[in-house]
């Protein structure tokens, strides 16, 4: 990949930041989250491709930390946001898998009761979590983009090839999934974490089908993971929402969480296998390409090896 094709990219997924910025200045709505979230993930993979392909450049090693810094820092806002619009969306779930029947009213007063008081719980979260995300951003943003202006410039002032966004996409995973063994409740959501980094770079490649493959199969852990942690979270909240550890809502969260766990595992333990296989295999076809390639001597070669021997 060439340099101009990196801020190709670069300023392309720097123009969609800038407008999912100005919508969620707006409007913090779902829509608008969920694309501040994905372009600052896109454009966070980026830097850090750039950054590990110039270690030692030291232009880039402070825009690329204080970029970095600060689009972590605005992701975790939008995330809280996220995770409280995905919280409401389970316990409507919920709500809905158990409607009462005209002989089971007394049975579900408890829960439905407990459900209304959390939804409504969440929802004060979430006004509060969108009026902290558009302060940060009206306070951010200028220190942003000349955060993300300083990088660009200094891309500029590194010609050359390096390696395509998914050979730097399976080592960044082959790193992580093999420091995650074995997959546990204590290291599933960090495994999902660090490899979501390398999904999104994938996603930079969308005409290789090899990297819609990759990307395709990361996308079904990081979903698997993603329900499970959810419902982990949820088993907390309502704790703390509600004030009790064991209502009915509580318990049937709880075995909810179970059920995603057990799936999470599964899907993790099974994605993370093929993915290294496939990425050794990969790894190992092209070095005994390399080694099966001769260089070609010139004549200006052969002469000086004559004369070496004489």
């Not at 329900?227 to 004030?243: F, P, R, S, T, Y």
């Not at 059920?259 to 092209?286: D, G």
């Amino acid at each position: 990949m060439t340099t101009s094709q990196i801020l190709a990219v670069y300023n392309e997924q720097w123009a969609t930041l800038a407008q999912t910025i100005m919508a969620c200045r707006l409007k913090p709505g779902k829509k608008a989250v969920h694309a501040l979230r994905t372009s600052s993930r896109r454009i966070s993979a980026i830097i850090e491709k750039v950054h590990e392909d110039h270690p030692r450049t030291l232009s880039l090693n402070h825009s690329t930390e204080q970029a970095l810094r600060q689009l972590k820092k605005l992701r975790k806002l939008a995330g809280a946001i996220r995770d409280l619009d995905m919280h409401r969306k389970l316990l409507k779930s919920l709500q809905q898998e158990r409607k009462p029947h005209s002989n089971e009213s007394s049975l579900t007063a408890e829960p439905d009761s407990d459900i209304a008081a959390l939804s409504g719980w969440l929802k004060d979260r979430r006004r509060d979590a969108a009026a902290e995300l558009q302060h940060a951003l009206k306070k951010q943003e200028l220190k942003l983009e000349d955060r993300l202006e300083e990088l660009q410039k200094a891309i500029e002032l590194h010609p050359g090839q390096t390696t395509s966004p998914l050979t730097t996409a399976r080592r960044w995973f082959a790193r992580a999934s093999t420091s995650h063994k074995p997959l546990n409740a204590e290291n599933l959501h960090d495994l999902r974490k660090r490899t979501k980094t390398a999904r999104y770079l994938a996603e930079l490649e969308p005409t290789s089908q090899s990297a819609r493959s990759f990307v395709r199969d990361l996308q079904r852990m990081h979903d698997a993971i993603g329900d499970w942690h959810d419902w982990q979270m949820l088993a907390i909240e309502v704790n703390k929402a509600l004030g009790k550890e064991h209502t009915t809502l509580s318990r049937q969260i709880m075995e909810q969480r179970e059920r995603a766990f057990q799936t999470a595992l599964k899907e993790a333990s099974q994605e993370s296998h093929a993915l290294r296989q496939a990425t050794r295999t990969i790894t190992v076809e092209s070095a005994t390409t390399v080694a099966r390639r001769k260089p070609v001597q010139s004549d200006h070669s052969h002469q000086a090896q004559s004369a070496r021997r004489a």
